[in-house]
């Protein structure tokens, strides 16, 4: 009775812990970095976001089970908000992130994705005329800086003849498709998270499916070997599921603002990662990008305060 107890207060504890939870989910985020690279020549990008959302599907419809049908009621108004959002939030921004990371780094992905506060905040200023002041520009410099020395690899002249790799590419728009997803939030109809969530979901699973599809009619789809089924297992339950339910709950105990911050640490957790399992070299111009990365979003953090 007493161990169960105990068991019990550990899970309260932890569950109650919002600090404790948003690093967390930053963690499972930085390894979706891992899973991309592990993804490369095991399983295709449109297949593994296909199969994914199939199976984040199966497990929301078992989950509700008899509140499947009130629930999609409660979405049906809302449906073609609701598909735009999963079209390019979920389905494209995730085949964008697994084609890139067959031509770059994990290193890389992780640091370029750490661009995605001051795109959101570049946006904010240009759709919906955010104030943004001197000291956040100077944020937003810095990090752009970082992208751009990962970009050139260290070597400025690669940017003038334009060498970028097109790994670094596909990151990138990756990163600025979920900054649009993330301006968008501004008109979320009234719901809750977790409706929210399975709505984007079922949204991204009809828009991949095809996508699927037309990958194999190409002749280009390459189905799970084992490794990539523990990839698709990791992304369906450690990135889409466990990940955002943490982030969720976390964000109900401390507010979106002060949880926003951490979304800083998945480019830190990304990187740490790629070069711990994939073993991939931490080059001085990826320290050199990181730092101008968490600076710039530090600068814009304090501007904004």
Known sequence: MSEATGDSSLASRITGNPWLLLTFSTLLWGGNVVAARWAVGEVSPMVLVGLRWIIVCTLILLYLRGRARAM????????????????????????????????????????????????????????YGAHVGLVRMVGVAMTMGGILLIASEGEPARLIDLQINKGDFFAFLSAALYAGFTLALRKRPPMSALAFFIGLAFAALVTSVPSMAVEAMLGEAIWPSWRGLLVLLYVATCTSIIGQICWIRAVEMIGPGRAGVFQNLVPVSGAILSVLVLRETFHWHHAASLALVLTGLFISERGKR
């Open 72 to 127: 999609f009621e409660q979405l049906r108004p809302h449906w073609v908000y609701l598909l735009l959002m999963g079209v390019f939030g979920f389905t494209i921004s995730n085949a964008m992130l697994y084609e890139g990371a067959r031509f770059t780094s994990g290193v890389n992905v992780a640091i370029i994705q750490g661009v995605l506060p001051v795109l959101v905040l570049a946006g904010a200023r240009m759709v």
